[in-house]
């Protein structure tokens, strides 16, 4: 699948499985110096190819499609900081947003799914979003997790292509639902450090 049509079909699938809103979250995928993102204010359930911004990451220059996101910066700085990333997917689902409101941390000992796709979470302060300041924060907590929260913002997940993000995504998600729902609860059966090992463990080779 190229580019263009894999951050279209990818923000499709976010959208009908609601981890976004029309207006909210954004896609990149860098590949042979070229940064393929998506585009401010149009809605993203409708996409066309052309739409997609084509930037020349080097020079930052708009080679073709609408003007980027507003967030284009915060890719940027990721792409800068780790150089593995290939691929970003920003959303704002409702329940990791929610968890980004409370000082409450999204468990990752809940089910087995989460200990496959996620190893660590990170919170990223709160700062205004298409900021300077806020890219250069979501770059400083990047380093050593995948997968993060914005305060007062929502999720970003990295990772090797659109799939890989998306899983993430779904997966944390999944999580805040599920501990959100079960809060309160004195029977909640907490998955182990030896559990969660053994299943990374056998996942890490597959
Ligand atoms: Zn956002």
Known sequence: M??????ISFFKRMYQKNLTTA??????????GLLYISPTGKDKA?????????????????LFGLKPTSEILMHRKIYETRKDVKTIVHAHPFYSTLFSVIDEPIRIDLVSEAAIFIKKINYVDYAVPGSE?????????????DVLILRNHGALAVGENCMDCFHKIEVLEFNAKLQYLISGRNDINFLKDKDLK?????????
């Open 23 to 32: 207006s909210g979250g954004n896609i990149s995928i860098l590949v042979d």
């Open 2 to 7: 190229n580019p263009k049509s894999e951050i």
């Open 198 to 206: 053994e299943i990374r463990e056998i996942f890490s080779h597959r």
């Open 133 to 145: 300041k806020l890219a250069n924060l979501v770059a400083k907590t990047i380093t050593d997790s």
């Open 46 to 62: 409708f996409l066309e190819e052309e739409d997609i911004s084509v930037i020349e990451f080097e020079s930052g220059k708009l």
